[in-house]
């Protein structure tokens, strides 16, 4: 992959290029951004970058032999750690990332290196469970990096989602960081750098990749999509400068494909929603309510419980801004739309923040392995509490 495959991003682009100018490269960095900033893909662009032979003061050549390998993902000196567990085909004592090597450049590859971590697990056939980089391949990173470069200047080690390392990996990792192998470039990619041990961050530079721009999402799509620019602005500004999602919207809409998945999520928020009103201000359907949680559930794996929260905050978010005038910041239209003008009288200044605390709190729990019906049954309850604060101190209680 080439710098100027991936959209946007010219001011870390830059830094990344003049590091390679004035001879500072850092051994160890960390690429710190949302999920859809094209963070991998930057570290992948890079190590590219950085191993090309023929390389130009703005990006690597793309024909060398080195680009070449790098382009299919099989260069014997590039090397990745990523979240694994257990499937029906790897059920093994013992699992490595490399037993899932195959998967894992046929992923990055299907999607152009910008990829989220519910995807990944779907691709390995993990839905159930949490991927973690373990113990056992901190060790087999420990073989690997104890022999020299193959054929580059540089072994590079790129680490996706390395706040998944459980403590025992971190810590054989943190040996390396503290006396790194000679040409040897550790490249960790995360989301949350609050999971990530504090000692591997003080020992890596960090390099923070933001959300692209509605501008450089639109040219994106444009040029590779054949949309309209209207089409192609109107996407990218419901992604909200996610990129992954821009090219699932651009992607489905240059097919003419409606978009399924985001439907089944509104479809069944706005349900759990109405079912959480009626108990909430009507006191009654119970039982419709523990329905519709139990929908929840059975529609999809914890990230996918995970990915339907993080979606319904999204939500949330534009019924405060329909509330306080701001329609003309709201990313959707149609039901969607409809749904947010309505359901804008219960989300306002005295509740949204709430809302987004219990939101991210359950979010947490599920990702800790927490029973997800415990986790949104309770959080129906709360929302349900909530959702009667009345706008303003001295309004008649519902």
Same mark, same amino acid.
């Given at each position: 992959?080439?710098?100027?495959?991936?959209?946007?991003?010219?001011?870390?682009?830059?830094?990344?290029?003049?590091?390679?100018?004035?001879?500072?490269? %850092?051994?160890?960095?960390?690429?710190?951004?949302?999920?859809?900033?094209?963070?991998?893909?930057?570290?992948?662009?890079?190590?590219?970058?950085?191993?090309?032979?023929?390389?130009?003061?703005?990006?690597?050549?793309?024909?060398?032999?080195?680009?070449?390998?790098?382009?299919?993902?099989?260069?014997?000196?590039?090397?990745?750690?990523?979240?694994?567990?257990?499937?029906?085909?790897?059920?093994?004592?013992?699992?490595?990332?490399?037993?899932?090597?195959?998967?894992?450049?046929?992923?990055?590859?299907?999607?152009?290196?910008?990829?989220?971590?519910?995807?990944?697990?779907?691709?390995?056939?993990?839905?159930?469970?949490?991927?973690?980089?373990?113990?056992?391949?901190?060790?087999?990173?420990?073989?690997?990096?104890?022999?020299? +470069?193959?054929?580059?200047?540089?072994?590079?080690?790129?680490?996706?989602?390395?706040?998944?390392?459980?403590?025992?990996?971190?810590?054989?990792?943190?040996?390396?960081?503290?006396?790194?192998?000679?040409?040897?470039?550790?490249?960790?990619?995360?989301?949350?750098?609050?999971?990530?041990?504090?000692?591997?961050?003080?020992?890596?530079?960090?390099?923070?990749?933001?959300?692209?721009?509605?501008?450089?999402?639109?040219?994106?799509?444009?040029?590779?999509?054949?949309?309209?620019?209207?089409? +192609?602005?109107?996407? +990218?500004?419901?992604?909200?400068?996610?990129?992954?999602?821009?090219?699932?919207?651009?992607?489905?809409?240059?097919?003419?494909?409606?978009?399924?998945?985001?439907?089944?999520?509104?479809?069944?928020?706005?349900?759990?929603?109405?079912?959480?009103?009626?108990? %909430?201000?009507?006191?009654?359907?119970?039982?419709?309510?523990?329905?519709? $949680?139990?929908?929840? $559930?059975?529609?999809?794996?914890?990230?996918?419980?995970?990915? *339907?929260?993080?979606?319904?905050?999204?939500?949330?978010?534009?019924?405060?801004?329909?509330?306080?005038?701001?329609?003309?910041?709201?990313?959707?239209?149609?039901?969607?739309?409809?749904?947010?003008?309505?359901?804008?009288?219960?989300?306002?200044?005295?509740?949204?923040?709430?809302?987004?605390?219990?939101?991210?709190?359950?979010? *947490?729990?599920?990702?800790?392995?927490?029973?997800?019906?415990?986790?949104?049954?309770?959080?129906?309850?709360?929302?349900?509490?909530?959702?009667?604060?009345? +706008?303003?101190?001295?309004?008649?209680?519902?």
């Amino acid at each position: 992959m080439r710098f100027s495959d991936i959209p946007g991003q010219e001011v870390i682009k830059q830094r990344l290029r003049r590091s390679v100018a004035d001879n500072r490269v %850092s051994h160890a960095q960390l690429f710190l951004g949302p999920e859809g900033s094209a963070k991998l893909a930057l570290a992948i662009a890079y190590a590219q970058y950085i191993n090309c032979r023929n390389r130009t003061p703005q990006d690597s050549c793309g024909v060398c032999p080195s680009c070449n390998k790098y382009t299919k993902l099989i260069h014997p000196d590039l090397h990745f750690l990523y979240p694994i567990n257990k499937t029906k085909e790897v059920d093994d004592k013992k699992v490595y990332s490399r037993d899932f090597i195959v998967s894992w450049r046929e992923f990055l590859l299907e999607n152009n290196n910008i990829v989220a971590l519910p995807d990944w697990y779907d691709k390995i056939g993990i839905e159930k469970k949490q991927g973690f980089i373990n113990s056992d391949d901190a060790d087999g990173l420990n073989h690997t990096l104890a022999y020299k +470069a193959y054929e580059a200047e540089y072994k590079v080690m790129i680490i996706w989602m390395a706040e998944k390392m459980n403590t025992t990996a971190a810590n054989k990792l943190l040996k390396n960081l503290e006396e790194p192998p000679d040409k040897t470039l550790f490249l960790l990619v995360c989301e949350d750098h609050d999971q990530v041990i504090a000692t591997i961050l003080s020992r890596t530079q960090l390099i923070k990749v933001p959300k692209l721009n509605d501008e450089d999402l639109a040219s994106d799509i444009i040029l590779k999509y054949n949309l309209s620019p209207d089409q +192609a602005s109107n996407i +990218a500004w419901r992604a909200e400068g996610n990129l992954r999602v821009a090219m699932n919207m651009a992607s489905k809409a240059s097919n003419e494909e409606e978009t399924d998945e985001e439907k089944e999520k509104f479809i069944l928020l706005r349900d759990w929603m109405r079912k959480v009103y009626v108990y %909430s201000v009507k006191q009654k359907d119970y039982n419709q309510l523990l329905e519709v $949680i139990t929908r929840l $559930i059975l529609d999809g794996s914890r990230e996918k419980q995970k990915e *339907f929260l993080s979606y319904s905050l999204g939500i949330f978010r534009n019924c405060m801004q329909y509330n306080t005038g701001n329609q003309q910041l709201v990313r959707f239209n149609g039901e969607e739309m409809e749904f947010i003008s309505k359901f804008s009288t219960f989300i306002h200044a005295r509740n949204i923040a709430f809302i987004e605390e219990e939101i991210n709190r359950a979010i *947490f729990h599920i990702e800790r392995n927490a029973g997800a019906n415990l986790v949104l049954t309770d959080l129906s309850h709360i929302l349900a509490r909530l959702l009667k604060i009345p +706008a303003t101190a001295h309004a008649k209680k519902v």
